[in-house]
């Protein structure tokens, strides 16, 4: 929950005259979005969202951010559009920081999926995975296996401050990952950070995709098994393997998995398992104890990538045979 | 800013359908309000707020500030409005919490406030005590005078590790509030926290009042003192006598002041300065470092009751004589 940039009303009347979006008539901070300050905006027309960029986010992604919204948009997947001003800009500056108006998107966001909106979800993925394929900017994934390693060097010295052992068996895994990563699987835009709060449902049908801030362009299948953790692990930490299966079946519904995307699943979700073990360990390292955002528990994570630890097949996450 | 309890996707579903209002198309946390969690709904129809009463507001005061809206509103003071569910109540309960859905008011707060501002809320001030004047139900102020002595009992003891002499200050000024303090004034419904942020503007003109959680039964002037201190001192510290006088001014066309209103108006200054100075100090020594919410700064408030420790008459805030 966040908003860390103040905007001063001649700054923000500015800025909003400078669109064709209609009068402002309510100007209100969102508590969402760890990364940037959001305000929702309403005009006498609707409502719009604005986000401010914080320093997280370089200021030289921004162009592919908002570029692949336009370009998903247009190509019927339900996400948020960015407004281009008169001059045809969609990317600004307000209050010092870089800035956009978005669509606002209706939907809500599950605390706890069910069956229905993991086979919701599935199928959304597979479509944004589609809708992707041509989309002609790129960037890399700095949060995938050498950003892993970087991260690992940042926390390791307080690692077992966090959990103890931590250290050593972020060591083991990284080490693991490093000889077995693989690189030779479908690529293309993958969001990277799909959680349920990045997913709209309405009558628990899905509605909408939001928050591009990680997407980038890696393996498809790395995608996946990020929604695998995100998606189908109870609050207990147990796996459920009924959800896993409705997310696949309707994922390949749209677009078929590989034999050498599902053999590489168990590995891949080991990986993204990682990935947020290791982010979250280092949130927690380095969150001021006054900062306005709650950290999230590393702990969940680490117990998700020992999940994946003894995972032998695809099978084991829901899928028959192909 | 604030979301301080979660709303499970059941527990609001089964709200949100025990009003008349449509269809829920979108619930976003807002990163506004200390006291309360409140939540932006949207419907097929239209925007609304929810508010989960945290502990810092008594249950049993609920009933007299819905009441108190209903009533302004049906007078035509612009304020939000308890929505009834189809049993016909107002206060429900959401998440463990006493909750209330009220309607959205459009509007802008102002961060720095004009003259023109000052002015529109003079006169909205004004309104408001007006009509009020036959609101049935009464509150005490639990933040005067008695109010006063027990945060400075509270916060004695380490006053002087928020600002040297601190102590000192507060109780003197203390002292001198109990012997001169009256009481004979006219009284009413006060709202006793109409800072910037919960008045709303369009176009510059007063558009709405919000935050009646403070609101009680007490002198009228009090609540045209804390205004004198809320929208006329410059961020520099400095008191903005053309702001005071549009204020006063403005109050004065519909509610005229009394003479020994405007003669206390120094002393009731100071004690809405002593007021959040107490309370700021307060917070500051009580708020968890891991608290989500920005503290004020006490320091404000000091140099606010210094300054009306000089004044003499009235006339130093801007009117001439009656």
Redesign the interface.
Known sequence: ???YT?V??EE?EAFISSYDIG??????????GVENSNY?V?TDQR?YILTLYEKRVRPEDLPYFLGLMEHLAARGISCPLPVRDREGRALRELAGRPAALIS?L???S???PAIEHCAGLGQALARFHLAGQDFPMSRENDLSLPGWRALYNDVSASADTVIPGLKCEIARELSHLEKHWLDDLPRGVIHADIFPDNVFF??DKFSGLIDFYFACNDMLAFDVAVCLNAWCFEADGSFNITKARAMLQAYEQERKLTETELASLPLLARGAALRFLLTRTYDLLNTD??A?V?TKDPNEYLRKLRFHQRVTSYRDYGLGNH
């Open positions: 929950m966040a908003v103040d001063s009303d923000l009068t402002l008539t309510s100007f209100k901070g969102i508590a969402e929702l309403h409502p606002f209706d939907g809500l599950v605390r706890r309405l009558a104890a006054n306005l709650k």
